[in-house]
């Protein structure tokens, strides 16, 4: 073993103290008292439907998996993949799903716990719901490099070991046996990155289904056509409103964070193969990784607040751990690189790649604050959406869609800014010696989808918060608690919506430079591939092409990818379609569950005599919607997901990898944008529709509050389905196209490449 292997031990190390980190979390969460009969009910009644749910959608996902285990089983037997691809895409699936599902069981136990704590004070019950979070976040992080460390060392140490034929050929071509052997792991370690792609498109589409026409139903109905409160028990809705916040916000949004974390590592790692860096390179964002979880405990230290704190000291209280995370990280990777990679002489670059880690980081931290900028109703922005309520439904969602529009504007920017400087950092260059050192910039912008997510462990805890404390909200006002309890939940609520719009924003700037490093890992495959098949080899490049070396035949590939090449700009268009293509299924998708909510809750408004009123006795049936929403996401989830799986083999098969190239391109430009578009105007008509609540431009039951409403549902799925989901969309062209390259190779109907 390298003498500087050994530190590969600091990440199962690292993950086994988030996995503590989050049952220590968790169990203190479960000491705290739950409060009253009535608000123990009523957890138990949202508890059990999002148990229900989740256990209906894992038999319908596992289904799928299934028989993409039989599929990538007889292409591993036909020789298109290694024998290890199946295996880990069930693994990828399983640790993403899990993630997600301790999360919501926990966050279902915090929700009546975090509205007791908030009848004593505000600091206790930011401390509860925050608690709830951290078990999330903590969660997906340690399995995430569990799930990691576990391949390592059976590929390392059990199929790749140094005595391993292919092993010995990479040796004798010049590598060292640590060098030869994380070139191959990098390759398998890939595929486990589908599994997690699909079980997150699945958990946030379904998730996201259920809990906007869940919400979209008991908004329409009760506040706009009966006039009565959020979360009244009067409301058949209420009950799947509030399931719908733990199956979308928590499990969905834990899955699909899951996928963007392990993701951004694993390519990082092939990134780092291709540019020569060795086991050293790959060892990098594997050590910055293990480095961010112990790092993010720490910053759960300093989120507190004092009570009647401001909706901008609630905040304060957040980002502060944040903030001293990034900055802790920050040394960390200063430290990683100048031990690993200072005095590797394959490193022209030297501390360079640190610059490139905290670019990803910083430009996080500016999404993140833009985002709030943006959605949050302490800025102008929202405020002035909320203003737009005067004249009427019409205007307000006028101005939500364009507030969203230019939202887009700096995250883009952000982005842009981070893949140029991280590019430059590392090595790369844009003159005469840019296709020498390309690979060299690449591994840099893999680099900074790593830093921006190494504090993904208190990040997604402070997103994960916010739907807690909307539950909180709710059990107060059906348990009937004093007024000023719903005052502490509704701050804290407040605050989630904000911290829910950053936590979107920051997991949909990390896909799209995930994506881009993804991209890169795709080419790179196909080169590997066409290096061990020469006949394929002058097929594509032709017998003339002098290309042996995987830089030279990357280097002869990438000459094809022009806007000039008709499959490339054919899969450009088809990938620029895509995002709006599933974003208007996942919209339809909410509005056809949506209306059979609606018909359910005017239903029993109707028929249960004395309902409305509140006469004694008149109970609503809370499982009739839960149900229906239940069945409606687990029909209307697998179209959109069917699209993101089938959509590159489609493409390959007839355009070959010239297509799929555009195509991913396209998909992630546009896809991008639209996420950023979506979910911001999601968010902002959310808080607007709070601003108002909160006394302004006429207050509740005004005409200006039932104007903000309509926005609001219009923004749901926005914001909670069609936004976040695309993240995942761009990703999961990727690691399709990396898991069939073989298969598109071998067989594509226009022929070349």
């Known amino acids: 073993m390298d003498n500087m292997e050994f530190l590969f031990w600091i990440v199962p ?74 295996f880990a895409f069930l693994s990828g699936g399983f640790f993403s799903g899990l993630s997600g599902f301790i999360g919501m069981k926990i966050a279902t136990a915090a929700n009546a716990r975090t509205a007791y704590a908030s009848s004593q004070n505000l600091n206790r019950g930011l401390r509860v719901a925050f608690a709830g979070g951290s078990v999330m976040g903590f969660t997906v992080v340690g399995l995430g490099m569990l799930d990691l460390s576990i391949w390592y060392i059976l590929l390392k140490f059990v199929f790749y070991t140094a005595d391993n034929a292919a092993v010995l050929q990479l040796v004798q071509e010049g590598l060292t046996v640590s060098d030869a052997q994380i070139q191959l792991m990098s390759q398998a370690m890939l595929t486990f990155g589908m599994g997690a792609s699909s079980m997150a498109l699945f958990a946030r589409v379904g998730g996201g289904i259920f809990t906007k026409a869940a919400d979209v139903g008991a908004d329409l109905v009760g506040k706009v056509e009966a006039g009565i409160p959020e979360d009244d028990p009067r409301n058949p809705a209420v009950i799947a409103d509030n399931v719908g916040d733990n199956v979308g916000d928590v499990a969905g949004m834990g899955a699909d964070l899951y996928e963007s974390y392990v993701g951004s590592v694993i390519a990082t790692i092939a990134l780092a193969v291709s540019a020569g860096y060795g086991i050293a ?6 050590i910055i990784a293990a480095a961010g979880i112990l790092i993010s405990i720490v910053g759960t230290v300093f989120v507190r607040c004092k009570e009647n704190a401001s909706d901008k000291e609630l905040l304060g209280a957040l980002r502060k751990g944040t903030w001293i995370s990034s900055a802790l990280i920050a040394a960390a990777a200063f430290a990683a690189v100048k031990f690993l990679l200072a005095d590797n002489k394959s490193v022209e670059a030297g501390m360079g790649v640190c610059g490139a880690i905290l670019s990803g980081l910083v430009a996080g931290v500016a999404i993140g604050f833009f985002t709030e900028y943006y959605t949050s109703d302490v800025y102008k922005p929202t405020k002035k959406l909320a203003g737009s309520s005067k004249t009427g439904s019409a205007t307000i969602i006028i101005s939500g869609i364009s507030l969203g529009m230019a939202s887009t504007a700096i995250p883009v920017i952000i982005v842009g800014i981070s893949v140029l400087i991280s590019f430059l950092c590392a090595g790369g260059s844009f003159g005469a010696d840019f296709a020498a050192n390309f690979s060299k910039g690449l591994y840099g912008i893999g680099l900074s989808a790593v830093g921006m997510l190494s504090t993904l462990g208190i990040t997604l805890a402070t997103d994960a918060y916010g739907p807690i404390a909307d539950n909180a909200g709710g059990i107060a006002e059906m348990s009937g608690l004093p007024p000023e309890v719903r005052e502490r939940t509704d701050k804290l609520d407040g605050l989630g919506n904000t911290t829910a719009a950053t936590g979107k924003g920051f997991a949909i700037g990390s896909a799209a430079l995930t994506a881009l490093a993804l991209i890169v890992a795709y080419i790179d495959e196909i080169a590997l591939k066409l290096k061990e098949a020469p006949e394929l080899l002058h097929k594509i490049l032709g017998d003339g092409s002098a290309a042996q070396t995987v830089e030279e035949i990357r280097a002869a590939l990438m000459e094809q990818f022009t806007l000039t090449n008709p499959p490339v700009l054919v899969g450009l268009f088809i990938g620029a379609m895509l995002p709006f293509l599933f974003s208007s299924m996942t919209m339809n998708a909410v509005g056809r569950a949506a209306q059979s909510v609606v018909v359910e809750v005017r239903r029993q408004f109707k028929e249960i005599k004395g ?4 006469e004694p006795g008149a109970e609503a049936d809370y499982a009739a919607c839960v149900d229906i929403c239940t069945k409606g996401a687990q029909k209307e989830m697998i179209a959109p997901a069917v699209v993101g799986v089938v959509s590159p083999l489609v493409v390959g098969l007839i355009l070959g990898v010239n297509g799929v190239v555009g195509m991913l391109a396209g998909a992630t430009a546009t896809g991008f ?9 999601g968010g902002a008509w959310d808080n607007a529709k709070k601003h108002i609540e909160a006394g302004n431009f006429g207050g509740k039951h005004s005409e200006e509050h039932k104007a903000s409403v309509v926005g609001d549902t219009v923004g749901d799925p926005f914001k909670d389905t069609s936004g976040p989901s695309i993240n995942i969309l761009i990703k ?19 022929g070349g490449c």
């Open 611 to 614: 309902l409305l009123t509140g």
């Open 13 to 86: 190390a690292a993950s086994v103290c988030g996995l503590l980190f989050a049952l220590n979390r968790g169990l203190n969460v479960l000491k705290a008292p739950e409060g009253s009969e009535r608000m123990v009910a009523i957890s138990g009644s949202i508890r059990k439907g999002a148990n229900a749910y989740l256990g209906r959608q894992y038999k319908t996902v596992g289904i799928f998996f299934a028989a993409m285990f039989v599929i990538l089983g007889i292409m591993s037997f036909l020789g298109f993949l290694t024998p290890f691809v199946p």
């Open 732 to 750: 999961l062209l990727s690691m399709v196209s990396i898991v069939f390259a073989g298969l598109v190779l071998s067989v594509n109907l226009v």
């Open 673 to 681: 944008v639209l996420a950023v578009m979506m979910s911001n105007a």
């Open 281 to 286: 390179g790959a060892l990098v964002p594997m």
